[in-house]
């Protein structure tokens, strides 16, 4: 079985890889120093320049995005639409999985909070939408509509929001959440579905930062 751990780093790399492919072209240095920032964002170990960095895209997109597990249980379809039950649903469910997952828990924790008090912000940047996320299970449940934004690649946009430390190193908080560079919000990007979306929310009082890769 793969465990919950496991699944959250194949998450993450399935992130990397397709941002990685949705850049404009570059040359290969280029795209493997592009491909080891995005990877290290996410906690992982890679040098820019080298194989190790090609290795493990190479690796996911050959064999790591595919479940091919006998017997394994087929997820229900997430909406791409945010404003959508269907999408509350998947986020919701993705942040319990978090939570499970010792690496993510405290921020999956933050982030579950900020949805219970209507201060949880998913953005889809290729589509130029934004949300405030709603509990699809909690009875008062208010659905919100969505706004419109603007539109960017994520490789543009994450490198317009994700603050950086002056030697260049991602900003984090203590629960591991990157920081949003405009409004000082906790961050994270990762993938509900089968597409990926960034979701901000208020830092809770007292929280640390911490510089890191």
Do not use: C
């Amino acid at each position: 079985m793969v465990s919950s751990i496991d699944t959250v780093r194949i998450w993450s790399m399935q992130t990397a890889i397709r941002v990685f492919k949705e850049t404009s072209p570059e040359t290969d240095a280029g795209q493997s120093s592009l491909a080891s920032r995005i990877i290290s964002s996410y906690g992982m170990d890679s040098d820019d320049g080298e194989d190790a960095t090609t290795y493990s895209l190479a690796d996911i997109l050959t064999g790591g995005t595919q479940s091919g597990s006998e017997g394994a249980v087929e997820e229900p379809a997430v909406s791409t639409d945010i404003e959508t039950a269907s999408f509350m649903a998947g986020l919701k469910a993705k942040l319990k999985d978090l939570e499970a997952a010792p690496d993510t828990s405290a921020q999956a924790a933050a982030m579950l909070k900020a949805l219970d008090d209507g201060t949880l912000k998913v953005t889809d940047s290729v589509n130029g939408r934004e949300v405030t996320a709603w509990d699809v299970e909690a009875q008062n449940a208010v659905p919100q509509t969505a706004t419109s934004t603007d539109t960017d690649d994520w490789s543009t946009f994450l490198r317009e929001h994700l603050a950086r430390a002056s030697g260049g190193t991602y900003q984090r908080n203590a629960d591991q959440s990157h920081i949003d560079r405009a409004t000082g919000k906790s961050a994270y990007f990762g993938i509900i579905g089968d597409q990926y979306y960034y979701l901000t929310w208020t830092v809770a009082s007292g929280s640390s930062q911490s510089a890191q890769a």
